[in-house]
């Protein structure tokens, strides 16, 4: 509970920073905003990071959000949930190559 608390107020604290930032040109505001958001701990953030998943920032960002909550997962004690393979259809299944004339066999 500290851990997260101190983790949303450095996000905080460069959020404040970041949004300065966006008007002083000594200090990279899109950059700090962008490690506000990374080091917050909050509900909403897997849903923004869900959103914008599919772009290269986004992706990075996902994977290690990922990472971490399945380090504090088994920091914990827990292991993911993973889910079964689906059955195999019959379209997915590899096919046995067609001959093209079965009488020279």
Not at 30 to 52: S, T
Request: proline share 9%; aromatic share 4%; charged share 30%.
């Amino acid at each position: 509970m500290i851990r997260k608390a101190a983790r949303n107020t450095a996000a905080a604290a460069c959020l404040l920073v970041g949004i300065a930032g966006l008007f002083l040109p000594v200090i990279q505001g899109v950059a700090m905003i962008v490690l506000a958001v990374v080091i917050a701990d909050f509900e909403a953030k897997e849903r923004l990071l869900e959103r914008y998943r599919h772009t290269r920032l986004g992706r990075v960002l996902w994977e290690r959000h990922e990472a971490r909550k399945a380090r504090d997962a088994a920091r914990r004690g827990f292991t993911p949930a993973v889910e079964p393979d689906p059955e195999p259809d019959s379209e997915t299944l590899p096919q046995p190559p067609l001959d093209s004339n079965p009488a020279d066999k």
